[in-house]
């Protein structure tokens, strides 16, 4: 009996362990992918700071632990003050895309910005990243933690995660709300997207100038002066294009330069596969010369 009563204890804890080993394994695959982010930003950026609800990337930690040329170092550059700042990086927005009923083939794009707290004279931060099912496990396919961007210590407000192609190919577009300084005003965009294990830049475009000409102080409130420059790029995906790799941009430009009214202009910027970036024409180029100081 004694042998009997061992024997049923050993398989009582025989079938215990494996299921507690199931469980734990269960468990490990079945993490939620919002707790799986989470921990993965932990791990990227630090501890997040309870004060400031931020994960904070600190001025002293210029271009530690990042692939080379991944981040301008000059925001954190040493000689001044004036551009030293801690970077509060903040997750704004997980996006999923692919099929809910099959969730291990769901893509989840995540995006993170910071804003350069003690330092008006720095850019923005931002960090993006693509998340894949990979053996029941939800890793980093693609990543750039660090972009260093925007102005007055703030980066990009509008963002758009959108589809570059036909065959699902995403990528975000950021708009900044503007920047400006003795009589100029500028708006802008940019694009980046998953190449390679890293999110890089496709293209960066000036899409509002604004000049008042000289003595811009002096202005009669309602009155244009004869110098006034005021420009406009609308940027739009060519997505009649089914077949290209990536869609070309299709640029509208518009406006006045110095005071005369410039003709609208429509441009098809085309997607350079060697390079992994748009390519504009010459023409377009000169265009866009226009719109710089």
């Known amino acids: ?51 400031h ?30 551009y030293n700042s801690d970077y509060y990086m903040k997750l704004q927005r997980i996006d999923r895309v692919g099929d809910q009923n099959a969730p291990t083939d769901e893509k989840y794009y995540v995006l993170v910005t910071g804003n350069g707290a003690s330092c008006y004279a720095c850019t923005g931060m931002f960090g993006v990243f693509v998340f894949e099912w ?75 100038y604004y000049y008042s000409g000289p003595w811009y102080q002096n202005r009669p409130e309602g009155k244009q002066f004869p110098m006034e420059t005021d420009l406009k790029m609308d940027v739009h995906l060519d997505t009649a294009a089914e077949n290209a790799k990536v869609y070309p941009l299709k640029i509208t430009v518009s406006g006045t330069v110095k005071g005369k009214r410039l003709e609208p202009k429509t441009f098809i910027i085309p997607f350079d596969e060697k390079e992994w970036k748009y390519k504009p024409s010459r023409e377009f180029e000169a265009y866009a010369k226009l719109m710089e100081i």
């Open 1 to 51: 009996m004694g042998k009997r009563l061992f024997l049923l204890f050993v398989f009582a804890f025989s079938t215990v362990t494996v299921f507690f080993s199931c469980s734990q394994e269960t468990q490990k695959t079945t993490l939620a992918p919002e707790e799986t982010i989470n921990q993965f930003l932990g791990r990227t950026y630090g501890k997040l700071d309870e004060t």
């Open 53 to 82: 609800n931020a994960r904070i990337v600190r001025a002293s930690s210029s271009c530690i632990g990042t692939p080379e040329g991944e981040i301008d170092c000059e925001p954190f550059r040493d000689q001044s003050d004036d």
């Open 134 to 208: 990979r053996d029941g496990q939800l890793e980093v396919t693609a990543s750039a933690p660090h972009i260093i961007h925007g102005s007055s210590g703030e980066p990009a407000a509008s963002w758009e995660l959108v589809q570059l192609n036909n065959a699902d190919y995403r990528g975000w577009i950021a708009r900044h709300a503007g920047d400006g300084r003795a009589g100029y005003q500028f708006k802008w965009a940019e694009i980046h997207a998953p190449h390679d294990g890293k999110i890089v830049p496709l293209f960066e475009l000036t899409t509002a």
